[in-house]
């Protein structure tokens, strides 16, 4: 199983970022995924996640109406267009498989990518 997430990098406070997480060794067209985040000093948290078609996605408030999650099952793709971005969304960016039923975040993460807002 691999992970590789990309798009992350330094914005001002307003601006927007996508984010792309591809992946492999796994089926993921049937597999419900997520995006978690770990601040620098702070534990990991849970942002948004989507069914297996797309169907249905779900947000951490802070993120509802700033973000969106998205996936490309032909392409074995995850994302994350993150707009209006505040200084509190610094973290680090973790895509992972998700379990909607259970709320259950798969134990591997792949090697994240670092989101820095800061004006």
């Known amino acids: 199983v691999q992970f590789v997430a990309s798009g992350g990098g330094m914005v001002q406070p307003g601006e927007s970022l996508r984010l792309s997480c591809t992946t492999s060794?796994?089926?993921?067209?049937?597999?419900?995924m997520c995006w978690v985040r770990q601040a620098p000093g702070k534990k990991p948290e849970w942002v948004s996640a989507i069914s297996t078609e797309g169907r249905s996605t779900y947000y951490k408030d802070s993120v509802k109406g700033r973000f969106t999650i998205s996936r490309d099952n032909a392409k074995n793709t995850l994302y994350l267009q993150m707009n209006s971005v505040k200084p509190e969304d610094t973290a680090l960016y973790f895509c992972?498989?998700?379990?909607?039923?259970?709320?259950?975040?798969?134990?591997?993460w792949g090697q994240g990518t670092q989101v820095t807002v800061s004006s």
């Open positions: 992972a498989r998700y379990d909607i039923a259970t709320m259950a975040i798969d134990d591997y």
């Open positions: 060794g796994f089926t993921f067209s049937i597999s419900e």
